[in-house]
Every structure is written in C-alpha cells, then in structure tokens.
C-alpha cells in the first residue's frame, strides 16, 4: 500500500513538475519569430535610441520596450560576428556586456540593426519595423565628470562632483560637499582632458572657500574661490571668472528661479608665480565678463560680456535685468610676456538678438560650440536656450540639429572633437540629464542620446540633476580622502585678492 501511495506521489508531482514547466515562459523558437506577425511601425522604445550615431565603446544602450506584451525578445545584429539576443518578460532589455562591445568593435563604420518581437496575450508574436543605428569610427573619451545635485540646492547641500566609465556604468565620488560639512564643489575643470591635472572650486561654511588644484595627482589649495574656469593649453595660466551670483523667483511662469551675475569680472592665475592677476581688457568695470576659455592653439581667450545696466546695488533684481544680453568676445595673449592684447568682438547680442553664452571651441580649433538664451548668463533656467555652432573660418553660425524645446546648456567637446556632451531638460523641463551627439566633420549634429544606465527605467525615479560635464582621457586617481584633507587644510597658497565682483552668498544650483 504504501509503495502504492508512493508511486501515486511522485506521479502527481511529475506532473506538477511538467505543468509548471509548460508554463512558464520561454524564449521564442525560431519558428515563432519566422511566422511572426509584422506591425506596421517600429517599437516604442525608451530611452530612445533610435536612428543615432553610437560610439564604438560605449557602454550597452539598455532600453525598455514599451509595447503592450508578455513576452518581449530582441535581436540586435551587424554585418559581421554573431547577433546578440536577449530575452525578457518586462520589457526591459539589458545587454550583455562583452557581447556589446565585441559586436560594435566589428562592426565600425557600419550600421547596427535592432529586432523587437513581442508575445501578445494571445499566443502569437508580433515583429515590429527594424531600428537602426550608426556605429561611429570615431570613439568617444573613457571618463566623464560632472556635478550631481538636488533640485532645491540654493544653498550647499548634498552637492558632489563624480566621474563615470563610458564603457561601463561605474560611477564614483570624485568631491563630495557632505564631506566638509555640507559644502558646495563646483567649477571643475581639467587641462587638455587630463584627469592627473584639475581645478575644483569649494565652499564652506566651516572651512572658509578655496580651489583644489591638483598637478600630476599631488593636491594643493589656492585660498580664493575661482569661478568658472579654464586651462591655458601650455599649463601655466588659467582663466577664471569672479561673480558676484544672486538668485530670485518668478510667480508666473514654468520655471521659477532665475540668476544674474549681479557684478562679475575675468582674473588669471599664473601657476609658474602662483599670483592672481587682472587686466583691463578682461575687467571692465562697465562690463560684466564670465564664461572664459582658451583657443586649442592658446593665443586667444573667449569669453561672453555684457554692458552693466545698473549703478544702485542696493535694488535686487535690477530693474533692466532682462535686457542683459550678452556678446561672444575675445583678446589675444601672450603667455611668455603675460601681455594682453585688444578686445574683439566675435558674435554680437544685437546681430544675434540673445544673449550669447559659454563658448568651447573644438580641440581642431575649427568650431565654437555656445549656447544662447533670451537675456542674463544663466541658459540653465530659461526654456528656449540651445546650442549653436559657429565656424571660426568663415564666422557663420547656425542652430545645432539637437535641441529641444527644453532647456539645452552646460556643454563640452571630447578630445577627438567628433563628441559633444550637454545636459538638457528633456523630456520633462525640469530634471537635467546628460546628452552625447556625433559631430562630422562639417560640423553637422546628430540625434542625441542619453547617457546610458544598467537599469533602463533609472531616471524613472532619478531626481538629482547633472551638470557642468566634462570629458576626460581616463579616470581620476586622486583619492577623495586627499582632496577632502586639501579642503580642510588651513595651510594654502596665499594670493593677493583682486577687486571686483565678490562672492554675496552660495551659488545656486547651477
């Protein structure tokens, strides 16, 4: 009897067994995807990725498909090596890995082709239109850093700037402003793209306001707070802004805040002296000048200015704060002799009709990269700020093919100069991602895709904002500990301070 019993157990759970395996899903046979039904248009996928021009390493573009569906499986597939294919029951695609970048390193110069097939809930399995993509020649720069903050930082809190592998999706803590007690980091920048060689500006209430300079990895603290700031080529000099920023609000209109330069001037830091100077050229005091960089050969500075509209420093906002447009201008240097050259003007207000803000100029010295907006320095909080290019030979600009109707700023060319990052307010207006696009080499942008995340549903609920990136050649080894040390270390460079625009208060949340 009880052999009996037995044998009806294992029987029922036999069956069970079969049942369950019957049920559950499975990937699709080959017979299924050749008498699969055809739509007639390509799948809804997010983030987008469609029709855009891929680095050669970048790291996997995971997406979520969003059809309705039970089963989801994709092909993605080129003209030479194997198709990778992954399967799921979410819609969301993660791809693997060294599958991605052996298939894209084959495949340079070519098109990369994506099928989506979805399982309706009555059995069979729909094929969607083909998406495709170019697989540039060109690679893109292994690191960028960038700032990450909360939407509400007027003041300094939970502020940091990190750094992230392209080719992966490793990201870490270069500065963190939690750790000198709630501090702001900002204004990082690097020379020629080298992550041993940098500025970082600091805030703090505790620790008093410095900038981190690190030099072949050894770390070091100037005792004043540059602004913005750029790198001569050679090393030796570095250009920055002194603002004087002020934040306020609208009640009646989408985006609230806004900020103005309410006093602001160019200095340069001589590392070879370790002196911090000013000339006249870039310090008018009838003039509000920020947003420096250097042309790739060094013999230029480019900056933006704007005529200063207001005397009373007591009325904030200045009555005629928004009819501060801003030019695109420059002046020669000479580094040797440390002489400054004539003010020129490259780009006016009155020809464009907006204000003309953060020049880069491409590593081949060939196009000037800028943004420009309706009126003040801050493109970040006005809607209908994008991007333009200009062609240094002939002096013609244009709007960039990769805008949207949201806020388009903070933005950088990689060293190769067929790259270009910027963060932008799609597709929501409020949040701030990071964008790449593919430059020809006649200037001509492509679609722009979003920095890619393991999770493809991560900025579903992301709600810090990325700005300020920068690209680099590699990753930064200068410990966190070290610059944190550098931040609360009284013993800095001391320098005589230059006069003009002073720091009021934090800086916003840039």
């Not at 099928?115 to 495709?132: A, F, K, L, N, S």
């Not at 388009?408 to 949040?431: C, D, T």
Request: charged letters at 25%; a neutral charge.
């Amino acid at each position: 009897m009880k052999l009996k019993w037995l044998s009806l157990a294992l029987i029922a759970v036999a069956g069970f067994s079969v049942a369950g395996l019957w049920l559950l899903p499975r990937r699709p046979s080959a017979k299924d995807l050749e008498s699969a039904s055809p739509a007639s248009k390509p799948p809804r996928i997010r983030p987008d990725y469609r029709d855009i021009v891929i680095p050669p390493n970048i790291a996997p573009l995971n997406f979520c498909i969003e059809e309705p569906g039970e089963q989801f499986f994709v092909r993605l597939r080129a003209h030479q090596g194997p198709p990778i294919e992954v399967f799921s029951r979410s819609g969301d695609i993660e791809i693997p890995l060294r599958a991605w970048h052996r298939l894209l390193a084959a495949n340079r110069g070519k098109t990369l082709s994506c099928d989506v097939y979805v399982r309706q809930p009555e059995g069979h399995w729909r094929r969607y239109q083909t998406v495709t993509s170019e697989i540039a020649d060109e690679e893109i720069d292994s690191h960028i850093a960038y700032r990450l903050l909360n939407p509400d930082s007027m003041y300094y809190r939970d502020i940091g700037v990190y750094q992230r592998h392209l080719e992966t999706y490793d990201e870490s803590v270069v500065l963190q402003g939690r750790s000198y007690k709630e501090g702001c980091v900002n204004c990082h920048t690097f020379l020629n793209y080298d992550p041993e060689n940098m500025f970082i500006g600091v805030r703090s209430r505790v620790y008093g306001n410095a900038t981190l300079l690190v030099r072949d990895g050894h770390v070091s603290s100037i005792g004043t707070h540059f602004g913005h700031t750029a790198w001569h080529p050679s090393g030796r000099v570095a250009a920055f802004s002194r603002f004087d920023i002020r934040l306020f609000f609208h009640t009646a209109r989408v985006q609230t805040r806004d900020a103005i330069e309410f006093d602001s001037l160019l200095g340069y830091y001589r590392l070879d002296t370790e002196t911090l100077k000013t000339a006249t050229p870039i310090a008018d005091k009838k003039e509000l000048e920020t947003h420096p960089t250097w042309s790739p050969d060094g013999r230029y500075l480019y900056f933006a200015s704007a005529p200063k509209l207001w005397t009373d420093k007591n009325t904030f906002p200045p009555e005629r704060y928004a009819e501060v447009k801003y030019d695109l201008k420059r002046v020669s240097y000479d580094v040797d002799t440390d002489k400054w050259g004539t003010v020129e003007t490259v780009l006016s207000a009155e020809r464009t009709g907006r204000s003309i803000l953060t020049p880069r100029i491409s590593p081949d010295g060939r196009f000037l990269l800028f943004s420009m907006c309706d009126y003040g320095c801050f493109a970040l909080y006005q809607p209908n700020s994008d991007l333009y290019l200009m062609d240094l030979e002939t002096g013609d600009y244009r709007k960039l093919e990769c805008n949207s109707p949201f806020a388009e700023s903070w933005h950088a060319w990689s060293s190769n100069g067929r790259w270009i990052i910027f963060s932008s307010k799609r597709p929501s207006g409020m949040f701030t991602r990071l964008y790449f696009c593919h430059v020809d080499q006649g200037g001509n942008a492509s679609k722009p895709f979003v920095l890619p995340q393991r999770d493809p549903r991560h900025y579903d609920a992301f709600v810090k904002l990325y700005n300020v990136p920068e690209f680099i050649t590699g990753p930064i080894r200068t410990p966190t500990a070290g610059l944190v040390r550098a931040v609360r270390d009284p013993d800095r460079i001391e320098v005589d301070a230059i006069t003009g625009a002073t720091p009021q208060g934090p800086s916003p949340g840039l």
